[in-house]
């Protein structure tokens, strides 16, 4: 059993910058994939970004890359997600995902074991 606890969200003005956090707490967690998803209103969740707890491989939802940044902190067995140069289209609930298969699609969130309650996002014009 995995437990995931997000936060940092909150309101920025398009450009500004925001550093979620995601606490996980569990067995074996050097073992799960971690990472981010998001979800607007209306629409599926989507994949952001991902990371190894050992290896460090890092994935990215293309739209993201240059502006997100994916790290792990081992000792605190937290994961971060910076955000920086917003875009109101980054609008989102974000939710921190572990999974012990690697996911780097939004198809994956069908079969991703554990998730977060979800931290909002809402970057203004």
């Known amino acids: 059993q995995v437990q995931l606890v997000e936060s940092g969200g909150g309101l920025v003005q398009a450009g500004g910058s925001l550093r979620l956090s995601c606490a996980a707490s569990?067995?074996?967690?050097?073992?799960?994939?971690m990472g981010w998803f998001r979800q607007a209103p209306g629409k599926e969740r989507e994949f952001v970004a991902t990371?190894?707890?050992?290896?460090?491989?890092?994935y990215y939802r293309e739209s993201v890359k240059g502006r997100f940044t994916i790290s792990r902190d081992n000792a605190k067995s937290t994961v971060y997600l910076q955000m920086n140069s917003l875009k109101p289209e980054d609008t989102a609930v974000y939710y921190c995902?572990?999974?012990?298969?690697?996911?780097?699609?939004?198809?994956?969130?069908?079969?991703?074991?554990?998730w977060g309650q979800g931290t909002q996002v809402t970057v203004s014009s």
């Open positions: 995902a572990a999974d012990l298969d690697p996911y780097y699609s939004d198809s994956a969130r069908r079969s991703i074991a554990y």
């Open positions: 569990g067995r074996t967690l050097s073992a799960y994939f």
């Open positions: 990371i190894t707890w050992s290896g460090g491989n890092i």
